[in-house]
């Protein structure tokens, strides 16, 4: 090949003529040798142009007469200006300017405040604490759960009461009607004495009707009564206390339970209004780059350096934006108005919120087992369901009374005008008093008691399976919630370095199409990616919350004390 080479140079050095078929037999190579040049010509050429196409061809550019690569000299690099010219003797194959190359800085880390919005939130507005403070004050949920316990402190009081003994003080008076007062026939003596002859001849006319007692038609009466069931006092009574304190124990369980549940709503709903609104931030942000990018392109193509696909497409993507605002604004209005029921706030009551995106939630450092047993210690329904039992066992215990003999004792005072058990009766105020004591046994009533103390007694073996049953849900959902807190954290990084990625192609893909290297396609593709990927950060970030507040009712701990749970 190389001989090949040197019999083409200009000089004619190494050039044979000395005889004719030595002439033909040249005449034939420098034939096939320009055949050889013109195909070497081709491939290179081909070549070269496949390697200009590739970057292209990934990009779609359609190059304009503002791009770079048609302006002399503003895209070549000094290497490529210091080319040599191509030798006269070879063909001519011309050699494509090196494309520009765009300078990316590397980062190796973004953090969150940089990619998520901070724009809808307010530094004196509410957090999450103050919200549920509030909640805790005037929802109707919070609300109920102390009047429930009010009640199971009154029914303790009155339990306590019931060992005092029953008196009660009645005044009474009393209209009787007329009647005909009874009366005695006797013998008038003295004035049988005075007119012996008369009495002799007839006795009868002697004879006087007296009256016993005159009738007192107006009484008055005033009786206090003192009673009490000794036998009561000894069996059934301090069992109705315990049941009554149990009930109250039960009550106090199941209100800081309805307070932890109204918690995690509040919670929800407070970083769902911070979703909604970090995520209408987003689209009005990408909204408005896209509308600035239609407005660029209109101009673009009035001015006649753009054409009018590319205007088309650029009014396009930014009318795509509209009803994804329209769904934004619309899951704002719902997630305040959620929230403002949960505080009680007018329907127009501002709501400003602070919220901090940037600072995740920790997971507990806990083993299985230390988070069973936090979850099982820490439980105010498991709590709830074994006071329940306690208080169903209590009025068992109280019920089995009713079997036995029961042993009474009364005293009364009675002042009354007239006394009945004065005679003769007089209108004067008599004082009387007596007392008793009582033994009973009912049968019936020993039957009712029987059938009370079974029912009560199922009804605590029922309670206790339930808080057995509760506390083995409580402990795998403690494990869920922790494993979805330790999920929701790690797609928060996850989502964090797609977002950074879809941050900086943006950030290139802009820089490029400056340079007239990315087409309007391409800038709509890439600030869609990047919206997508900072919503789903938010997303992640949101849910990494809504997590913490499932452990946290999981396991029953103060909500800024859920990584210092098994210190407690």
Not at 67 to 95: F, H, I, R
Request: net charge negative; glycine share 4%.
């Amino acid at each position: 090949m190389h001989s090949l080479i040197n019999s083409k140079r200009p000089d004619g050095a190494g050039m044979v003529s000395s005889g004719a078929s030595r002439g033909t037999f040249e005449s034939k190579h420098s034939l096939s040798f320009e055949a050889f040049v013109s195909k070497c010509s081709r491939i290179i050429a081909g070549l070269a142009l496949a390697v200009l196409a590739l970057p292209l061809s990934a990009t779609a550019q359609t190059r304009t007469p503002t791009s770079p690569l048609d302006t002399p000299g503003s895209a070549a690099t000094p290497a490529a200006a210091e080319a040599p010219p191509p030798t006269p003797t070879a063909p001519a194959v011309t050699t494509p300017a090196p494309l520009p190359r765009l300078t990316v800085a590397g980062r190796t880390e973004v953090s969150l405040d940089e990619l998520l919005p901070s724009e809808a939130f307010d530094s004196e507005g509410i957090d999450v604490e103050r919200a549920v403070s509030r909640a805790s004050e005037v929802s109707l949920a919070s609300r109920r759960a102390a009047l429930v316990e009010e009640a199971a402190d009154a029914g303790v009081a009155a339990a306590r009461r019931g060992f005092v003994p029953q008196a009660r003080v009645s005044a009474r008076y009393t209209r009787l009607s007329d009647i005909t007062p009874g009366t005695i026939p006797t013998f008038d003596t003295a004035a049988c004495l005075g007119d012996l002859v008369g009495c002799q001849s007839d006795p009868g006319a002697f004879t006087r009707d007296v009256v016993l007692q005159e009738p007192i038609l107006n009484q008055y009466a005033l009786r206090a009564s003192f009673s009490s069931r000794l036998s009561d006092l000894v069996f059934a009574q301090p069992q109705q206390l315990r049941a009554a304190r149990a009930e109250a124990e039960a009550a106090a369980e199941r209100a800081r339970a309805t307070r932890d549940q109204l918690e995690v709503d509040v919670v929800a709903a407070y970083w769902e209004v911070v979703r909604a609104r970090a995520q209408l931030v987003l689209a009005r942000e990408t909204a408005s780059v896209a509308e600035a990018r239609a407005r660029e392109a209109a101009e673009r193509s009035s001015q006649g350096v753009g054409t009018e696909a590319e205007r088309l497409a650029a009014d396009a993507g930014s009318r795509s934006y509209e009803p994804l605002l329209r769904v934004a604004e619309s899951r704002v209005e719902i997630a305040e108005a959620l929230l403002r029921d949960l505080l009680r706030l007018e329907p127009d009551a501002p709501l400003p919120l602070r919220a901090n995106l940037g600072a995740l939630p920790e997971a507990p450092n806990l083993a299985p087992d230390q988070l069973r047993r936090s979850a099982r210690k820490r439980s105010p329904d498991v709590a709830a369901a074994l006071a329940s039992a306690e208080a169903a066992d209590a009025r068992a215990d109280a019920a089995r009374a009713g079997l036995y003999p029961a042993l009474g004792v009364s005293f009364n005072v009675d002042v009354a005008n007239p006394n009945q058990r004065i005679f003769p009766q007089t209108t004067d105020f008599t004082t009387t008093w007596d007392a008793s004591v009582e033994l009973s046994w009912s049968f019936d009533g020993a039957l009712v008691a029987g059938a009370r103390v079974d029912r009560e007694r199922a009804a605590a073996e029922e309670q206790r399976l339930a808080a057995e049953e509760m506390r083995e849900n409580i402990e795998r959902g403690a494990l869920r919630a922790r494993g979805e807190l330790l999920s929701s954290l790690a797609g928060v990084d996850a989502r964090r370095a797609a977002a950074a990625a879809a941050n900086e192609r943006a950030r290139v893909t802009s820089e490029r199409a400056r340079v007239g290297l990315a087409t309007s396609t391409d800038l709509a593709d890439a600030e869609s990616a990047r919206l997508g990927a900072r919503l789903d950060l938010v997303d992640a970030v949101v849910d990494a919350h809504l997590a913490e507040a499932r452990l946290r009712r999981a396991l029953g701990t103060d909500p800024l004390d859920v990584a210092r749970v098994e210190e407690r």
